[in-house]
């Protein structure tokens, strides 16, 4: 360590007391919940979405972004094993497409609190995590209520995500509210890259996605999937296209043994 | 399954004769006065000799017999008489089911007391017969459609069995109102040329399917006597409530306070004792000189301990506004149900987590709807309409009453 940079430590531990620099650990460990989609699952994530905590697919900007049609086709999946639960702030679950995804419809609970009523919504979701519900998606409308009226809610929703193991995905368009980018702890940006079609017809969608954060890895990662829409005698899925693929950055080895961060403390 | 079904007159109409006895042989319609635009709920038998039917206007009824006394509904009458009815079947029948004007009762098996069915059969008549004081049709069948068919077909004070294996030869003459189905169906079936229920069982189920969808099913079950449908007995609404008189009627706030956290920790402790959770809480105050004020309310979290029902009471004392002093408090929960999550969780049949899951989805219809959590469920028949492709039921825990 240099001089200079053991000065500058001392400076701030006598300033702001020993405890503002702390060690650095490794990413923060959490299990996890495989999608089945080789894409979502090694170059997005690590092994899939995580449990404990609170996973957003955002819209990279208004119009259609697939994130609803990514956020039924997890749902779906995950109702195959286990029940589920779909909170519906956007008011546009149609069930007929969610068994088209391929969904058991006997595992899955609908909830829907009228439009704008997040708190209510989150509240739902809430109890339903902490009765035992071990994997909830929550679709958020266009209109957003101001988050003062929210945030507590959705801080009790990811407490409860956390003690239960549960999964949570919520889908919210752009731009996301300060509260969720706070609770998130998987961001992954949907940004649409045109409509597949076939013979003349729209059969799917291509999405991008993004890690835009993560606090269980190196953000950055960046994958394009297709959301293939259901056609006569085969079901909707969920497939990676073999796009050029970014893969997610290593984790930058900082050469201070003792010092990689610095803490909110104030003096 | 063997099932008694025992018709009677409509309970407010034996309470109404029951607070008036003047009124017995009087032509009587129950449902108001006749300037309320309500239907009539029940009439006597001289009532109904002068033309009233049930369903009809009051004021229709009036003028078909001009004569008739009008009596309100006594709810809470109601409520005593049924609950007598269901304390002396529960005598003789362990599950039981009682309806504003039938009562069922489960003859399954042998009871030690009587020989055979037709005398167990007979003794929960007599017995029914001395609660209500009147003379009651029952019938005793292999379901409950087909019991309820019997009673009708009986007489007061005579009972009407019908062997196991003689449902289909009981039914076969009957008409097809009879059916518990949409009007539109008994119509359709009318139009094939089916005239009665023997008509419609010697159909085959594949048949009926292709022209009824599902109801094509349940109609053939029906029309043979096979539809299983056995009792439906009412949830045991259990009440648990904590009275405190307070020493000499006061609207100080602290006190009232330290009032109702003495009740809900004496409840609190109670619940925890048996491992209870309660879906709803209610705290009343009770006035000096004027009526009792309450208010109750669903808690986000069903409460089981004394700290849990204090949060709960205390969320609901600021709905309270006492007009006059209170003399004294009363916290009450009801709806309890075991408290998911603890340890006699492990003593429960099924999967803890989903009947965990269930409850709470009741709970919070309770408290936000009884839309706002649903199931979805594929149509059997789904027409060419989108939203035609699935219904919405309300989801239980299988194998469970509710």
Known sequence: MSDSLSAALATLRSRYGPQALRRGGSPEEAGAWPTAVPV???????????????????????????RLTLLQSLVALASRSHGTGYVDLAGSLDPGFLADLGADLDACLVISPGPE?????????????????????????????????????????????????AVCVIATPAPAAAPLRHASSLTLVCAPAGWQRANGDVSGLRVRLTTAKSKLGAPGAEATVLLRYPRPYAAAEVLGL???????????????????????ARG | MRVLCARHPHLGLIAALRRYPELRGEPVILGGAPELRLPVVAASAAAQAAGVCIGQPLRQAQQCCPAAVFVPLDPAGIDTLRAAVCTELHRLSPTVEAGDEEAFGDLSGRHAEFPDEAAWASALARGLRGVLDVEIAVGVAGS??????????????????????????????????????DPAVTARLAAFGLDCLGAVASLGPADLQR???????????????????????????????????????????????????QCATTLGVRLAAETLAAG????????????????????AAPPGNAGELWTAALGLLGELQPPAPVAA????????????????????????????????????????????????????????????RFTWEVPVVAGSTR
Not at chain 1, 57 to 66: D, E, N, Q, V
Not at chain 2, 340 to 362: I, N
């Open chain 1, 40 to 66: 979502l699952d090694d170059v997005l994530t690590s092994g899939g979405l995580p449990r404990g905590r609170v996973t957003v697919l955002a819209a990279a900007g208004r119009g259609p972004s697939g």
């Open chain 1, 117 to 165: 009523r997040w708190e209510r919504g989150l509240v739902m979701a809430r109890s339903l995590v902490s009765a035992g519900m071990p994997w909830v998606g929550i679709a958020l409308g266009w209109e957003q209520p101001r988050p003062g009226l929210w945030e507590h809610a959705l801080a009790a929703l990811a407490e409860a995500v956390a003690k239960r193991g």
């Open chain 1, 242 to 264: 073999p796009s050029v693929v970014v893969p997610r950055l290593q984790p930058v080895v900082v050469p201070v043994p003792d010092v990689v961060g610095v803490s909110a």
């Open chain 2, 144 to 181: 409950r459609f087909v019991a309820r068919l019997a009673a009708r077909a009986s007489h007061p004070g005579r009972i009407r069995r019908i062997r196991t294996g003689d449902e289909a030869r009981f039914l076969a003459p009957l008409p097809l109102d009879v059916l518990p189905v």
């Open chain 2, 211 to 261: 022209q009824f969808g599902s109801d094509g099913l349940r109609l053939h079950r029906l029309a043979r006597g096979e539809d299983g449908a056995g009792i439906l007995p009412a949830p045991a609404q259990r009440v648990w409530s904590e009275r405190l008189v307070l020493e000499g009627a006061t609207g100080d706030l602290e006190t009232l306070l330290r009032g109702v956290r």
């Open chain 2, 280 to 299: 709803e809480v209610s705290v009343a105050f009770e006035l000096e000189e004027a009526a009792a004020i309450s208010t109750s309310g669903v808690p």
């Open chain 2, 329 to 388: 408090v009363r916290v009450g929960v009801t709806r309890l149900a075991p408290a998911a999550g603890r340890q006699a969780d492990l003593l429960r049949p099924g999967d803890g987590a989903r009947e965990a899951v269930v409850a709470t989805a009741e709970r919070l219809r309770s408290r936000f709807g009884a839309a706002t959590v649903r199931r979805p469920r594929l149509a059997l028949d789904p027409g060419d309409l989108p939203e035609r």
